[in-house]
């Protein structure tokens, strides 16, 4: 199987892709490949009397009105009204209503707030904040500053909790100058301000809907750092507004499929993975690919990796068991008559040089079984199937998809050119065993997967 590392950037953060992510990640002209549908938030920065986290003295706070232009107050009163302070009580907040909705928006829609972050100012989160998180330094020159409060983040992600109070590297005790910054240069900057601001309790609305790569990409931040449980109130919103499980849309296909998995989808999950099934092929070299050619294992979304595993299996296994339909029909047909007229009258023929110039003739039973006979053959070699059904002395793979194969057998028309001989030709059966097969196909979707997108369902309420 190929190396799972050659996947490319915003691929799921597991352990398998995680280096190839950090060289790709760095690459500038990744920068703009997705835009951020996220909608207006209320950007307070609130400073205390003093000195900032990072020792500079404060400025009157900037602020987002309803319409997104950055206001600018002084009142020490309004500062305390309009601050956005940790939820020490764990509380969401409740989604906005359709009229508040942004539709359609990317990054501009945060307005002069992400302009502030653009001239290196740092985003208040958290008035108090006693840590700077800079973030996306591989995307952006200097990264972006996000001042959180450090208990609010730990208490909503075991991952930052660890990383800030576990001895790590990045914790506390290690701030031995009065500051406290952490790094996180792989991470996009839009995905985990919508996450912090959810976790911070922003008043302004969290979006009604996100795109397909917005809704990726806040997966994979919330996945990295396990907290994929704090998007519960919002998550089934953002999934009706995304047609996961729409084959038609190819490039969105094998993102829809983390999404589904992340967030527990299981129904979608199950219907794209049997659609990755029904079309996959395999080249040369035995590796699955898709119907463009490209190696499924390069493919950044199939998680968890081990479905291609069980998806080569089961397409290996029904491509078997259709060939093996055309074999036995075969076998049957030269050993087993199915005709049960001695003699029948035969009323037309499609050959060319055949003239019955009016007059009757008969056929007989071996000669009706000859001819179905000689017709399956016929059949199996015009479809190109020749090399991979009849007897020789190594059988060859067939690469194509189980989709191809049992459209090649169920389209074949059948044609009763012998009147009273309809029945003795063996192709309906064959078709009638392979749509039976076709509609009872099984899903490379095992009972642990199911454990888990039903676990990840209970965590985001879809």
């Not at 232009?69 to 009163?77: C, H, P, Q, V």
């Not at 983390?258 to 979608?268: D, T």
């Not at 009258?345 to 009016?358: K, L």
């Not at 059949?379 to 067939?398: D, H, K, N």
Request: glycine share 6%.
């Amino acid at each position: 199987m190929a190396d799972r590392k050659k996947r490319c950037t915003g691929s799921p953060r597991t352990d398998a892709v995680a280096e190839f992510l950090s060289a790709q990640e760095a690459t500038a002209a990744l920068q703009s490949e997705y835009l951020w549908l996220l909608l207006t938030y209320e950007s307070i920065r609130l400073r205390d009397e003093g000195l900032q986290v990072d020792g500079t003295q404060p400025q009157a706070p900037d602020t987002l009105d309803d319409q997104g232009i950055l206001t600018t107050t002084s009142s020490a009163a309004d500062d305390e009204a309009d601050s956005h302070t940790m939820h020490d009580d764990a509380a969401f907040i409740s989604p906005p209503s359709a009229a508040l909705a942004f539709k359609g928006a990317s990054w501009g829609c945060l307005g002069d707030a992400m302009k502030s972050l653009s001239c290196g100012k740092a985003f208040y989160f958290d008035s108090r904040g006693d840590l700077v998180l800079k973030v996306g330094k591989a995307f952006h020159e200097g990264g972006r500053d996000f001042v959180v409060c450090s208990r609010t983040v730990a208490r909503w992600s075991k991952v930052f909790n660890a990383m800030f109070f576990g001895g790590f590297a990045e914790s506390i005790s290690s701030a031995r100058d009065g500051t406290w910054t952490i790094a996180l240069p792989e991470d996009r900057a839009a995905p985990l301000f919508l996450i912090l601001a959810i976790i911070h309790g922003t008043h302004q609305p969290i979006p009604m809907g996100l795109g397909r790569d917005e809704l990726f990409d806040l997966l994979i931040v919330t996945e990295k750092y396990d907290m994929t449980h704090v998007l519960r109130p919002w998550a089934s919103q953002w999934v009706q507004n995304l047609p996961l499980d729409n084959y038609e849309n190819t490039t969105g296909q094998y993102r829809d499929v983390w999404i589904a998995w992340e967030l527990g989808c299981e129904a979608s999950f199950c219907k794209m993975l049997n659609d990755i099934l029904w079309d996959c092929r395999v080249d040369d070299a035995g590796q699955l690919i898709n119907v463009h050619g490209v190696p499924l294992s390069t493919i950044p979304c199939l998680e968890p990796s081990s479905i291609l595993e069980n998806i080569s299996f089961k397409r290996a296994e029904l491509i078997e068991r259709l060939i093996n339909c055309l074999r036995r029909a075969m076998k049957t047909s030269l050993t087993m008559s199915r005709c049960e007229e001695e003699l029948a009258e035969i009323r037309h023929c499609n050959c060319s040089d055949v003239n019955f110039e009016n007059r009757s003739a008969f056929i007989t039973k071996e000669d009706c079984d000859d001819l179905f006979l000689g017709r399956i053959m016929r059949r199996i070699r015009e479809m190109g199937l020749e090399e991979f059904v009849l007897p020789r002395a190594t059988f060859s793979s067939y690469l194509g998809s189980i989709h191809d194969l049992s459209d090649l057998i169920l389209l074949e028309e059948v044609n009763g050119h012998v009147e009273g001989h309809d029945s003795c030709d063996l192709w309906i059966v064959v078709q009638i065993e392979v749509k039976e097969m076709v509609d009872n196909l099984s899903s490379p979707v095992t009972e642990t997967h199911l454990e888990y997108l039903r676990n990840q369902a209970k965590k985001t309420g879809v």
